[in-house]
């Protein structure tokens, strides 16, 4: 069959990977693509956000499937567009990616359907909520209510911050539309976790979860970013946990959008946080992690094909999720600056070296090709380096071992993913 993804990140990149193992997988493409999906996919010209040209390209190569990774054309409506032109698409209507384009909505659903998450409100209002604010607990969480690049959350020491938060984000308007609600939450501490699923609308299989390192600089510090590193397993997604996420969280959100007439076809990212009153809901996105698609789609054993096929037709339940018992970690290679000021089109060397090693992996995230045909950096993160290993020490090891054969201009990562955790015993 002939597939074709839309999306030009590191995350494309293990999908369209992962794709090409499949003996159902004629042909791929992906939409725009990037100078390492080329190997495994045929890349389009056309930018996600462009629906109907997507659609005409489908239409035109006869395209079986298409898979839409990014959050943005999902919240947008492009599932909608594509059903409605008779085109098979993996991935939420608009009405259910909501779920991660309104956080108001997603904490509203939670209070409404009993799904533990912090204590929050919702205000329109920069003046009530500056009110507000003064009565809070310190620290507390101001989220700007819309989509804003993993952005606009805003953690406020003190209640000075907290009341210049509010007029960031709802009078300065720094995330635009995206800030006109703003969420003030309670503050939680203990350790993230990120669990992803595939969703049919009614059944929800759970992959095997992954731990982001958000923060620009080692130790988490610096500003946030799309995310600097992941690993997976995570040694504190015990059993225990997952027993009360199955209980408490997993299935009842699918039943809440079900119950809400959004019944939800795709991938929930499910952000967790473990606090000591037990996990709690963080966030939730409509799509797969990236970089937590790159540690867990190495991992997983099934096609990729069947599951999208079986989300899609509402037989996810005939599917058993299986994953192997290998750790792995991947280490962003990024362009000194980011996220903020970087250079961009600096030659990349060193790609040869990952040839015939099937336990590493060199995702592209910000790449391309310049006119010379030389693979040159196109963005703040350049690479995904990634590597499976017995143990997450192992797994670790390999993967920083691998940055070194990789050499650009200005080159940067954390020299710390999966560090805190790499001596953990636990089995998988
Ligand atoms: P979100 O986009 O909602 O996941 O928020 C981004 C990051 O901000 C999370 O990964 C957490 O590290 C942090 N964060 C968000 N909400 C809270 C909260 N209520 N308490 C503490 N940290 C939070
Ligand atoms: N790595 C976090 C995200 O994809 O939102």
């Given at each position: 069959?002939?597939?074709?993804?839309?999306?030009?990140g590191g995350?494309e990149h293990a999908i369209c990977w992962k794709?090409s193992q499949?003996?159902?997988?004629?042909?791929?493409?992906?939409?725009?693509g990037n100078a390492g999906i080329r190997e495994v996919a045929?890349?389009?010209?056309?930018?996600?956000?462009?629906?109907?040209?997507?659609?005409?390209?489908?239409?035109?190569?006869?395209?079986?499937?298409?898979?839409?990774?990014?959050?943005?054309?999902?919240?947008?409506?492009?599932?909608?567009?594509?059903?409605?032109?008779?085109?098979?698409?993996?991935?939420?209507?608009?009405?259910?990616?909501?779920?991660?384009?309104?956080?108001?909505?997603?904490?509203?659903?939670?209070?409404?359907?009993?799904?533990?998450?912090?204590?929050?409100?919702?205000?329109?209002?920069?003046?009530?909520?500056?009110?507000?604010?003064?009565?809070?607990?310190?620290?507390?969480?101001?989220?700007?209510?819309?989509?804003?690049?993993?952005?606009?959350?805003?953690?406020?020491?003190?209640?000075?911050?907290?009341?210049?938060?509010?007029?960031?984000?709802?009078?300065?308007?720094?995330?635009?539309?995206?800030?006109?609600?703003?969420?003030?939450?309670?503050?939680?501490?203990?350790?993230?976790?990120?669990?992803?699923?595939?969703?049919?609308?009614?059944?929800?299989?759970?992959?095997?979860?992954?731990?982001?390192?958000?923060?620009?600089?080692?130790?988490?510090?610096?500003?946030?970013?799309?995310?600097?590193g992941n690993?997976?397993?995570?040694?504190?997604?015990?059993?225990?946990?997952?027993?009360?996420?199955?209980?408490?969280?997993?299935?009842?959100?699918?039943?809440?959008?079900?119950?809400?007439?959004?019944?939800?076809?795709?991938?929930?990212?499910?952000?967790?946080?473990?606090?000591?009153?037990?996990?709690?809901?963080?966030?939730?996105?409509?799509?797969?992690?990236?970089p937590?698609a790159q540690v867990?789609l190495p991992r997983?054993?099934?096609?990729?094909?069947?599951?999208?096929?079986?989300?899609?037709?509402?037989?996810?339940?005939?599917?058993?999720?299986?994953?192997?018992?290998q750790?792995c970690v991947t280490v962003v290679l990024?362009?000194?600056?980011?996220?903020?000021?970087?250079?961009?089109?600096?030659p990349i060397q060193g790609f040869e070296k990952f040839r015939g090693k099937s336990d590493y992996l060199c995702f592209h995230a910000g790449t391309?090709l310049?006119?010379?045909?030389r693979i040159v950096t196109?963005?703040?993160r350049v690479l995904d380096i990634t590597a499976l290993g017995?143990?997450?020490?192992e797994a670790r090891r390999k993967a920083y071992e691998a940055t070194e054969w990789i050499s650009f201009?200005?080159k940067?990562m954390?020299?710390?993913i999966?560090?805190?955790?790499?001596?953990?015993?636990?089995?998988?």
């Amino acid at each position: 069959m002939k597939i074709l993804v839309i999306g030009g990140g590191g995350r494309e990149h293990a999908i369209c990977w992962k794709l090409s193992q499949s003996p159902k997988a004629e042909k791929i493409y992906c939409a725009p693509g990037n100078a390492g999906i080329r190997e495994v996919a045929e890349c389009v010209p056309i930018q996600p956000m462009e629906f109907e040209k997507l659609a005409d390209f489908a239409e035109e190569k006869k395209i079986d499937l298409t898979v839409v990774g990014m959050d943005d054309p999902l919240i947008g409506g492009i599932v909608d567009v594509f059903e409605a032109r008779g085109l098979r698409v993996f991935g939420p209507r608009k009405n259910a990616a909501i779920l991660e384009g309104s956080k108001a909505f997603s904490k509203d659903l939670m209070r409404k359907y009993g799904i533990p998450t912090a204590q929050y409100e919702t205000f329109t209002d920069p003046g009530k909520a500056a009110e507000y604010v003064k009565t809070c607990r310190i620290p507390v969480v101001l989220k700007a209510s819309g989509p804003a690049l993993g952005k606009g959350v805003l953690i406020c020491m003190t209640r000075e911050e907290a009341e210049e938060g509010i007029r960031t984000l709802m009078v300065d308007k720094k995330f635009g539309d995206s800030g006109d609600t703003v969420v003030v939450e309670e503050f939680m501490t203990g350790r993230e976790v990120s669990v992803l699923s595939f969703v049919d609308g009614k059944t929800v299989r759970i992959m095997s979860s992954a731990q982001d390192h958000k923060r620009a600089k080692d130790g988490d510090q610096g500003l946030n970013t799309g995310g600097m590193g992941n690993f997976s397993p995570s040694p504190f997604y015990t059993r225990e946990v997952d027993d009360f996420c199955e209980k408490n969280i997993y299935q009842k959100t699918v039943d809440a959008m079900a119950a809400e007439g959004r019944p939800f076809v795709g991938v929930i990212f499910f952000g967790l946080m473990l606090t000591d009153e037990g996990p709690k809901v963080l966030e939730y996105n409509c799509r797969f992690g990236d970089p937590e698609a790159q540690v867990v789609l190495p991992r997983m054993e099934n096609d990729l094909v069947d599951v999208f096929e079986a989300c899609i037709d509402g037989r996810l339940e005939e599917i058993d999720l299986k994953f192997r018992k290998q750790a792995c970690v991947t280490v962003v290679l990024a362009s000194d600056g980011y996220p903020v000021k970087y250079e961009k089109g600096v030659p990349i060397q060193g790609f040869e070296k990952f040839r015939g090693k099937s336990d590493y992996l060199c995702f592209h995230a910000g790449t391309k090709l310049d006119e010379q045909g030389r693979i040159v950096t196109n963005g703040g993160r350049v690479l995904d380096i990634t590597a499976l290993g017995r143990d997450l020490k192992e797994a670790r090891r390999k993967a920083y071992e691998a940055t070194e054969w990789i050499s650009f201009r200005n080159k940067y990562m954390r020299h710390d993913i999966a560090k805190s955790i790499e001596d953990i015993d636990f089995s998988f």
